[in-house]
């Protein structure tokens, strides 16, 4: 009977020696991990900093007249998301608004915008990516496309 409570100890001893090994690897982890990848650059789902961040490099790269796309999902508070497919050539800006998704959309369907401009206004509250010189649109009219808020960054 001695011998074999010596044993239960000892295993009680080294499972408590394994979890604590195996809880101090995943702390490690989770403290050297960054809270964010940026596995997919093209992929816009956070509107944080580094999503800002690729915005700005897609406008940047449009004037240069270098091509570029992305996909941005934006949810709603209480629906689907509009899911938005960005593509230029460095010359044109195609820029797809899919709310088909979103039960709660007033406007269900595809609105495809065809412009030759593209900017980011600096607002109090917000940044916001405006289109303009867009095909069916007077040349000076501005389309807010899409927003980040500041206090979200």
């Not at 991990?33 to 580094?50: A, E, G, K, V």
């Not at 900017?119 to 867009?134: A, F, I, P, Q, W």
Request: hydrophobic share 35%; glycine share 6%.
């Amino acid at each position: 009977m001695k011998g074999i409570m010596k044993y239960s100890r000892t295993i009680m001893l080294l499972e408590a020696v394994i979890i604590a090994v195996l809880a101090t690897l995943l702390i490690l982890d989770f403290i050297e991990r960054p809270s964010r990848s940026n596995d997919q650059p093209n992929l816009i789902t956070h509107f944080d900093q580094m999503d800002l961040d690729r915005i700005k490099e897609m406008i940047q790269r449009f004037v240069d007249g270098k091509g570029d796309n992305l996909t941005l999902l934006n949810w709603g508070i209480d629906s689907g998301p509009f899911i938005h497919d960005v593509y230029n050539d460095g010359r044109e800006l195609h820029w797809t608004l899919d709310n088909t998704r979103d039960s709660m959309s007033s406007a269900t369907g595809k609105t495809e915008y065809v412009c030759k401009a593209i900017g980011l206004e600096d607002t109090t509250d917000y940044y916001r990516v405006n289109l303009s010189e867009c095909s069916g649109y007077p040349k000076e009219e501005k389309i807010n496309i899409i927003s980040f808020r500041k206090d979200e960054l």
